[in-house]
């Protein structure tokens, strides 16, 4: 699977960014992309990779890191293979690079967005979100 992000940039604490994440297949032993569970990861510079949101294939379950609920939405447009973050009110601790990963939707949305390097096969290769304060 080939998933694509865009939509990352430089704003000011208190702005908004929408985030998109493209998927397709790249061989035919791929699923159909709107048959896995897509989440959003950040890792800021000298940090470890983490869950910012996730949302199973259906979008009837999604999660948040307690740190971005009530400013990031997460959802999906199965028929154009399209995952977005709307992510408003950003403060620089939001700052990173984000990536968009897939898994196979097997679990519990929030075990799926915990343990990526367990539960996601598949990674694009991020994009920059910067906020200054």
């Known amino acids: 699977l080939r998933l694509v992000e865009s939509g990352g940039g430089t704003v000011q604490s208190g702005g908004s960014l929408r985030l998109s994440c493209v998927a397709s297949?790249?061989?035919?032993?791929?699923?159909?992309?709107?048959?896995?569970?897509i989440g959003w990861f950040r890792q800021a510079p000298g940090s470890e990779r983490h869950g910012v949101s996730c949302i199973s294939s259906t979008a009837k379950t999604t999660y948040y890191s307690d740190s971005v609920k009530g400013r990031f939405a997460i959802s999906r447009d199965n028929a154009n293979n399209a995952v977005y973050l709307q992510m408003n009110n950003l403060h620089s601790e939001d700052t990173g690079v984000y990536y968009c990963?897939?898994?196979?939707?097997?679990?519990?949305?929030?075990?799926?967005?915990?343990?990526?390097?367990?539960?996601?096969?598949?990674w694009g290769n991020g994009t920059q979100v910067t906020v200054s304060s």
């Open positions: 990963a897939a898994g196979i939707d097997y679990a519990n949305i929030q075990n799926l967005c915990l343990n990526p390097s367990i539960t996601m096969d598949h």
């Open positions: 297949r790249l061989t035919p032993d791929d699923y159909d992309p709107g048959d896995y569970a």
